[in-house]
């Protein structure tokens, strides 16, 4: 597949490496996306009991030494030491307890559709809630679990004459991941339709977020970080299945010309800053096409970063930095990453 591609080479040392990316990360306002750089596990520790605990609780639903490629639309990522599909809101409640007590740490995983995973992996618990993934209607209310797939909860909605969500239509993942990312297009995002959302807080209690409670923004939802969500009450509007049904072929039509689907990915990389376009500031840095190893600026999108292969996260790393760089050099403006990142 690489091949087909004409590309420029990058080769050289990382750019700004200042003593390694934990350097990097505590002098740059990138930091903040990097949630468990400091978090030390004591997976090893507490081998046996955790083992033992999943063994009892979970058989069936977790893994050892997990390949988080298998679970990313990047296709790229080192082993999580476990890897849980809770069944249920107590078994969840009960697990994520017992991490603190093991004091491992945990990060909850949706399709991995917005995720860079480090090649060395992550020491801890991923949990997805695969097995949330009910959905149901009342009237013009509809209920979703945070592990439904968004494909699953358009489709839902359009078989239900139910308008709100279709310009969703095409985005991977699930409604826990969109809830967090606030995920959506310059249309709208699922926060608009939003009156509820459940989750698990940090003490392991649940509670619930009225949608005047968060403040939903550009690909933001603060009150929603640091919790596990459950799932969320969508408000809809009656329409013609027919009508949604046009407008998601449209939009999967349109996405399908405009971004490089063909290829391993995390969406857009950066956010879209004030009054500029990132895919063109990229093609105006003559960047597109640019590569490193398997990780390549996309040609079809600048503002994608794609894995032809056999890409690797430090790959993927060294050609963000060098976009931000140049973007930043060129137009004095910081990219943001929309990206998450998991194990650096
Ligand atoms: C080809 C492609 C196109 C894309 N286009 C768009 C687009 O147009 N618009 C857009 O907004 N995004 C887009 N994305 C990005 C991605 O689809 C969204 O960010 C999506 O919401 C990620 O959902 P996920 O379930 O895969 O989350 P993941 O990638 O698995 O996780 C993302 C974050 O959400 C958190 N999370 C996931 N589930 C839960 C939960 N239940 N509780 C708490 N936290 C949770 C994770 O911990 C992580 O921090 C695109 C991605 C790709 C690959």
Avoid at 38 to 46: G, N, V, Y
Wanted: charged share 25%; aromatic share 10%.
């Amino acid at each position: 597949m690489a091949n087909m591609v004409k590309t420029r080479e990058v080769f050289g040392p990382i750019p700004r490496k200042r003593g390694g990316f934990g350097k990097w990360l505590i002098e740059d306002p990138f930091a903040n996306y990097f949630t468990f750089t400091t978090m030390r596990s004591k997976s090893k520790k507490h081998e046996q009991d955790i083992f033992g605990y999943l063994s009892e609780h979970h058989a069936g639903n977790f893994l050892i030494n997990e390949p988080l490629d298998r679970h990313t639309w990047y296709g790229i990522g080192g082993p999580a030491s476990y890897f849980v599909f809770p069944q249920s809101r107590d078994l969840l409640v009960r697990l994520l307890q017992k991490c603190k007590e093991w004091q491992i740490a945990q990060f909850v995983i949706g399709e991995g559709a917005n995720l860079l995973v480090n090649d060395r992996g992550f020491d801890g618990m991923v949990i997805s809630l695969a097995g949330f993934r009910s959905i149901a209607r009342n009237d013009t209310t509809v209920q979703a679990g945070a592990g439904c797939t968004l494909r699953n909860l358009v489709l839902f909605c359009e078989r239900n004459g139910l308008s709100g969500v279709q310009f969703l239509s095409g985005i991977p993942g699930t409604v826990g991941g969109a809830l967090t990312m606030n995920a959506g297009i310059d249309q709208g995002a699922i926060g608009d339709c939003v009156s509820e959302v459940t989750f698990i807080d940090a003490n392991a209690g649940v509670g619930r977020l009225s949608r005047q409670q968060i403040a939903f923004g550009y690909r933001s939802a603060p009150e929603l970080q640091d919790k596990v969500l459950l799932g969320c009450t969508l408000k809809m509007k009656p329409q013609d299945e027919s009508v949604l049904r046009e407008t998601r072929i449209e939009m999967l039509k349109k996405r399908a010309a405009k971004q490089p689907l063909e290829f391993g990915s995390c969406g857009s990389v950066f956010k879209r800053p004030a009054g500029h376009y990132v895919g063109r500031m990229v093609e105006d840095a003559g960047l597109k096409g640019v590569r490193r190893g398997d990780a390549m600026v996309s040609e079809k999108h600048g503002g994608f970063i794609v894995n032809l292969g056999g890409a690797r996260a430090e790959d993927v790393m060294y050609l963000i930095e060098l976009v931000r760089d140049e973007v930043y050099k060129r137009y004095s403006v910081q990219l943001e990453p929309e990206v998450r990142f998991l194990g650096f």
